[in-house]
């Protein structure tokens, strides 16, 4: 016997923790978004540094709004892999079809977060699918993306716009007191 499918995940620790209780019923929906919070603020850790976020929240400060995509698309070394070009990715998007003010940098982060959690749900489910042989695996997606709507202060957080509230670890239950919610 095994400890769950989620031991065998090819992603990072906080993702897994995401599948074991997107997969598990026991966990509550809010329990769920916990933990997928957590790994995007992880993810965010690793993939965002300090300098490359100021850099880019500071270029939307700039008086000439023309030279915002190049600015942008200066930053491309400072983002590296990953969650940092996916985010100028957006932000040149926004820049693109109007969108310039400091609200601008919070959407493009907002919709790449989004669009990592997405993604991860679905490798989840698709792995899940490969190991389970039974139907136990079509909700889980359904679960991680109603997680996903919690995201709206995270962005903010990123960007130093409001205190971070989020610990580095989900809450873990001690005692009989710290069951099931009635």
Same mark, same amino acid.
């Given at each position: ?33 916990? !933990?997928? $919070?957590?790994?995007? &603020?992880? @993810?965010?850790? /690793?993939? =965002?540094?300090? #300098? ?28 590296? !892999?990953? $969650?940092?070009?996916? &985010?100028? @990715?957006?932000? /040149?998007? =926004?820049?693109? #079809? ?85």
């Amino acid at each position: 016997m095994s400890d769950g499918p989620h031991r065998s995940l090819p992603m990072r620790p906080g993702w897994k923790r995401v599948a074991e209780r997107a997969h598990n019923r026991n966990y509550e929906p809010s329990q769920v978004q916990e !933990a997928l $919070l957590l790994a995007l &603020v992880n @993810d965010c850790r /690793i993939e =965002l540094s300090d #300098s490359f976020v100021s850099s880019f929240y500071g270029a939307y400060g700039t008086l000439l709004k023309e030279d915002l995509p190049n600015q942008l698309e200066g930053l491309r070394g400072a983002a590296g !892999a990953g $969650l940092g070009r996916t &985010v100028l @990715d957006y932000a /040149i998007q =926004l820049v693109v #079809s109007g969108e310039t003010g400091a609200d601008a940098a919070e959407h493009a982060l907002r919709n790449a977060l989004t669009d990592r959690a997405a993604r991860c749900a679905r490798q989840v489910e698709e792995h899940y699918r490969r190991t389970l042989k039974n139907r136990s695996t079509l909700d889980i997606r359904g679960r991680i993306e109603k997680a996903i709507t919690g995201i709206e202060g995270l962005a903010r957080q990123v960007l130093k716009l409001e205190p971070k509230t989020l610990k580095r670890t989900p809450s873990k239950h001690q005692g009989l007191d710290d069951g099931v919610p009635l």
